[in-house]
């Protein structure tokens, strides 16, 4: 096994190195995952531009990268439904299932929550542009194998719409109007067309999004 993972490693504001870490053998009740593809947030932008979003500082070198699909290369212990050699999308989060939200079941909201590639805790929880990283079984979602690694890394923005579009409630037939066509909007917007939705409205500042969102079947944009 690998001793070592090359990754993707900010160290302060646009300074952003490949860098080799260590890799300790994997934890009882972890999986090694394999790096297959990755997208890049605009929140990694913030980190990579200003060496923070928001309120979250970058104070030690931080592995960027929460929108990741590998593949299964090491298992320590019990992990139901996955196999070596499984495709996986990856749930950037590791909540900690004992707190108030968690035993409500509604783990997303966990206050003792770690997001990988954030500055959020420290010391950072690292991120997964890294050509390996390790992930609890619960984080891994099995892919089929002929789901590109690129289409199975947008499962978490993806998972951002369709929750949008749940909490919208009944949309079928609705018209609709999205503001912004970034990544979330326009996956946000697909997610509304398969709900169904009457007439799609896109609004934004920039051109260029819009024109993306037009290509994507939007009937106005403005
Ligand atoms: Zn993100
Ligand atoms: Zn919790």
Redesign the pocket.
Known sequence: MNAHAIAATLFGPQDLRIVEHPLAPLAPGMVRVRFGAGGICGSDLHYFRHARTGDYVVTSPLVLGHEISGEIVEISGAAPGLSVGDHVAVNPSR?????A??LERR?NL????YFMGSASKTPHMQGGFASLFDATPAQCFKVPPDVAYQAAALAEPLAVSLHAVARAGDIAGRNLILFGAGPIGLLTMLAARLGGCGELTVADIAAAPLAFARRLGADRTI
Do not use: V
């Open positions: 909540w900690c299932g004992h707190c939200r968690c783990a966990c206050e003792n929550i």
